[in-house]
């Protein structure tokens, strides 16, 4: 989180810019509008966990499309995978299976009396990628 930041009149720190992985008006993409859409639908709005799960999806539809019964193939299918998620563009890292996924940095801004979040930036995965584990 960033050192700048605001107190709140309960005493609270609430910090001006964040960064988050996931905000529902954040990503620009046909995958995240289908998402947000259907859920719309549903009078339902995406929250941290959903585009993950909404991920794990395509990889288990991508894995069998791959191999319905050949696990080593579905396996080799998704490493090193690029495809476009709710967040935007993602990649499976092959050496390690880590996700590589954009992160946005947002600001917090007081409208009324609720917060809603101000997008500043999208941060590309290569920027947000975590460090490369050691071995398989």
């Known amino acids: 989180m960033c050192p700048a930041s605001n107190a709140h009149p309960c005493g609270l720190n609430i910090p001006q810019n964040l960064a988050g992985n996931q905000l529902p008006n954040a990503p620009k993409n046909k995958v995240n509008d289908f998402l947000v859409k259907s859920m719309r639908k549903r009078n339902q709005v995406p929250d941290l966990f959903t585009p993950d799960g909404f991920v794990a999806g395509q990889m288990i539809a991508h894995a069998l499309t791959a191999s319905p019964s050949n696990v ?35 600001k917090l801004v007081q409208n009324g009396g609720k917060y809603q979040t101000v997008v500043l930036k999208r941060l590309r995965a290569k920027y947000t990628a975590p460090p490369e584990a050691n071995g398989k």
């Not at 193939?73 to 996700?99: N, Y």
């Open 72 to 106: 080593d193939r579905m396996i080799s299918s998704l490493e090193g995978w690029s495809f476009t998620g709710p967040k935007g563009q993602q990649t499976i890292r092959a050496s390690d299976h880590a996700m590589l996924q954009p992160m946005f940095q947002v």
